[in-house]
């Protein structure tokens, strides 16, 4: 049987152990993983890898690997926190020109709502 293409467990090939879809070792996780235990990797360095190929891209897609027995437990959720979100969430739909709320999030590309980006003469 020959060997998965992206087995690599000492890090040699790619740089960082890495492991085919489906053959991590125990005690690694992913973020999500990691978050659906309620543990967040902390200030940790990333571990290892996963590699696999994918149909819409022509490179390898990547999944970084934590210990989990560095994880740390995720921070408690303050009242202050969603207070924090809701203004962040509402700074970011905050015409800067006109000053109201667009009720969506606001073009990147634009920086400001759609209508003043109608009203807006085209750069040359």
Do not use: K
Not at 76 to 104: K, Q
């Amino acid at each position: 049987m020959s060997r998965p293409r992206f087995w690599d467990p000492t890090g040699e090939r790619f740089g960082t152990p890495t492991y085919p879809w489906r053959m991590v070792p125990e005690g690694l996780l992913t973020r999500r993983q990691l978050r659906a235990r309620g543990l967040c990797p902390g200030r940790q360095p990333v571990a290892a890898q996963i590699l696999w190929r994918s149909r819409l891209s022509a490179t390898p897609r990547a999944a970084y690997l934590y210990r989990v027995e560095l994880a740390v437990p995720v921070g408690e959720f303050t009242p202050a926190r969603p207070r924090a979100l809701a203004a962040a969430n509402a700074a970011r739909r905050t015409c800067p020109v006109c000053r109201r709320d667009a009720g969506y999030v606001l073009p990147a590309h634009l920086g400001t709502c759609l209508p003043c980006a109608d009203r807006a003469p085209l750069a040359a």
